[in-house]
């Protein structure tokens, strides 16, 4: 059996994790969060080295949350394993500043 991948969870507010290796649709991933395992998900798509996976599910409209900040809102559901990119989520304005993803 080939070793889990891994991607880590920065802030226990935050919904993706950033993977540290790249990841195939199909893989199963180990979610980690001071040096512990919190979660395993299942890819849903190929996802990049650095890029964020949904660890949680995301409807249209929630906030995205990385760092315990926000980085964006979902332009439509994603579900646990998705790949967290523009293509689903897009920038929002918090107070005076933009956050984007």
Do not use: W
């Not at 507010?13 to 199909?26: E, F, H, P, S, W």
């Not at 190929?46 to 949350?65: C, L, N, R, S």
């Not at 809102?73 to 994603?78: E, G």
């Amino acid at each position: 059996m080939a070793d889990l991948k891994q991607a880590i969870l920065m802030n226990e507010k935050d919904n993706v994790a950033i993977v540290l290796a790249q990841i195939r649709n199909g893989e199963r991933v180990q979610v980690v969060f001071n040096k512990e395992i919190v979660v395993e998900v299942t890819a849903l798509e190929d996802i990049e080295t650095y890029h964020k996976i949904a660890i949680k599910p995301i409807q249209d409209g929630d906030i995205v949350y990385k760092y315990g900040e926000i980085i964006g809102k979902a332009v439509c559901s994603i579900r646990v394993g998705q790949h967290v990119h523009i293509d689903n989520i897009e920038s929002v304005m918090v107070g005076n500043e933009s956050q984007s993803v």
